[in-house]
C-alpha cells in the first residue's frame, strides 16, 4: 500500500500543476490577512486568516485527515456538541474552583510540535515530505520571531490546538482522577474543581511540572489568569455563572443588561447596531438559561421577544 502524498492530492483537487503546488506551500505561511479585534477585558487580540487558497487546502486536511486526530474528552472546545455551557455543567457540584491560562496558546504550537505530532499519529501512513508540507500550509510566520505557528483565523488551528494537546490531557485527568477533582480545557482556559479546597492549591505545581515533561508543546501559564473561587465569590467557568443552588446561569450583570436593553427596544429606544446586540444576547440566553427568556416574556410580553427573534432569522419556542 503506497503512503499518501499530500502534493498530489492538491494538485488534483486544485488542479494545478506540481510547481504552483510546490510555490503555494512555501508562501502558505506569508499569506495571511492580518487585523486585530478588541478583547473584553481590554486590549486587542491579533487573528490572522489565510489565504483563500491556504484556506481551502486546510479545509481539505481538516476533513480528510485532520478529522482523524485524537482529542481527548475532557476537551471541552472545537469539536461537535461543544459548549461553554457544558463546559459550566461539569463543574456545577463542586464548591471550589481554580481556573488556569495559558500564555500566547496558538502562537506557542510551532511548526516543529505539527511534524513531531502528525508524524507521530500518522505513521506509516503519510510520507514524511507530505507531514512537513501539512504542517507548513497549517503554520502563519511570526512576524516578531519568525517562527511557524498556528493563529487565530486558521481553520485548521483549533482542530490542531485540540490533538496536540491530548498528552497533556491525559496526564492532567489522571491526576485529577486520584484527587477526586474535575478537570476541563476550553482551548487554553484550563477549570479544575472539586469539594476539597485544599487539593486545589496543588494544582499549579502539577501543571507546571507536567509542561516541563511533556515533548510538545511549551507551554507557560499566564500566572496573571489564574483565580480561585468558590460559593462565597462567585464560581465563574468560561464566562458563565454557577450559582449556589449549582445552576449554570448567565449571571446578574447579564441579566439586568438584556432586560435594560429589551426594556428600551419596547419603548422604540434602542438604535439599529444596538438591537443586533440585544438579538445576539437573547440568542445566547436561550441557550443558556431558557427560563429567564420566559420570564422576559411574562415581563414584556412574547410579542416583544418574538419580534426580536424574528428579525434576527431565529425564532425561539
Request: aromatic share 10%; hydrophobic share 40%; glycine share 4%.
Amino acid at each position: 500500500m503506497s503512503l499518501y502524498e499530500f502534493r498530489k492530492q492538491i494538485s488534483v483537487a486544485l488542479s494545478l500543476s506540481a510547481q504552483d503546488v510546490a510555490r503555494l506551500i512555501v508562501r502558505a505561511p506569508y499569506a495571511y490577512k492580518r487585523y486585530t479585534i478588541p478583547k473584553k477585558g481590554g486590549g486587542v487580540r491579533p487573528i490572522a486568516q489565510p489565504a483563500k487558497e491556504t484556506k481551502i487546502i486546510q479545509s481539505i486536511l481538516i476533513s480528510d485527515w485532520y478529522c482523524r486526530l485524537p482529542v481527548h474528552e475532557n476537551a471541552a472546545a472545537y469539536k461537535s456538541g461543544a459548549s461553554i455551557k457544558a463546559n459550566a455543567e461539569r463543574h456545577k457540584n463542586n464548591t471550589f474552583v481554580a481556573k488556569f491560562d495559558f500564555k500566547n496558546f496558538f502562537g506557542s504550537i510551532t511548526y516543529s510540535d505539527l511534524v513531531n505530532h502528525l508524524s507521530y499519529v500518522f505513521v506509516n501512513e503519510v510520507t514524511k515530505q507530505s507531514i512537513l508540507d501539512m504542517a507548513r500550509v497549517s503554520c502563519v510566520r511570526d512576524r516578531s520571531s519568525g517562527d511557524l505557528t498556528l493563529s487565530i483565523g486558521a481553520p485548521s488551528s483549533p482542530v490542531l490546538s485540540n490533538s496536540i494537546m491530548y498528552n497533556f490531557d491525559l496526564a492532567v485527568v489522571e491526576w485529577c482522577a486520584e484527587r477526586d477533582v474535575e478537570y476541563s480545557r476550553y482551548a487554553d482556559d484550563l477549570t479544575f474543581s472539586a469539594k476539597d479546597r485544599g487539593v486545589l492549591f496543588s494544582v499549579k505545581d502539577f501543571l507546571l511540572s507536567t509542561l516541563e515533561e511533556i515533548p510538545y508543546p511549551k507551554l507557560s501559564l499566564n500566572e496573571e489568569k489564574t483565580i480561585y473561587a468558590s460559593k462565597k465569590n462567585q464560581r465563574r467557568v468560561t464566562g458563565l455563572i454557577i450559582s449556589n443552588e449549582n445552576k449554570v446561569s448567565l449571571g446578574r450583570e447579564r441579566k439586568r443588561l438584556i432586560s435594560a436593553m429589551v426594556h428600551k427596544y419596547s419603548h422604540q429606544d434602542l438604535d439599529e447596531k444596538a438591537v443586533t446586540q440585544l438579538q445576539g444576547l437573547l440568542a445566547f440566553a436561550h441557550d443558556i438559561e431558557p427560563l429567564f427568556i420566559a420570564k422576559l416574556r411574562g415581563k414584556y410580553s412574547s410579542k416583544v421577544i418574538m419580534d426580536l427573534m424574528r428579525k434576527r432569522g431565529k425564532k425561539i419556542k
